[in-house]
């Protein structure tokens, strides 16, 4: 019932910035907690930040004071804004929205875009 579409990823330097956008449409429903996770390759996804649809943000330790998530209400949108990126930064990111559809809670994930960080 619920579609993302992400986009901003891509080949920056280290020390350079990006910013990733995920777009969430779907029809009588209405969104909760947007996050975003990455994955590294080898490894497993882990949380980078989540906001409330108050507005209330938390972030994996490891992104603290570099990386920034906001959200649009109105445009059901997400963004990621990523600062200082470093190597260790390398991953797909996901993004994942929580929704409440016919009495339920559930969760979409977007397909996922690559951010590679080079030295």
């Known amino acids: 019932q619920v579609q993302l579409v992400e986009s901003g990823g891509g080949l920056v330097q280290a020390g350079g910035s990006l910013r990733l956008s995920c777009a969430a449409s779907?029809?009588?429903?209405?969104?909760?907690?947007m996050a975003w996770y990455r994955q590294p390759p080898g490894k497993q996804r882990e949380l980078v930040a989540l906001i409330t649809p108050g507005g209330g943000a938390n972030y994996a330790d490891s992104v603290k004071g570099r990386f920034t998530i906001t959200r649009d209400n109105a445009k059901n949108t997400v963004y990621l804004q990523m600062n200082s990126l470093n190597p260790e930064d390398t991953a797909v990111y996901h993004c994942?929205?929580?929704?409440?559809?016919?009495?339920?809670?559930?969760?979409?994930w977007g397909q996922g875009t690559q951010v590679t960080v080079s030295p």
């Open positions: 779907g029809s009588g429903v209405s969104f909760g907690a």
């Open positions: 994942k929205v929580d929704f409440w559809y016919r009495d339920w809670w559930s969760v979409s």
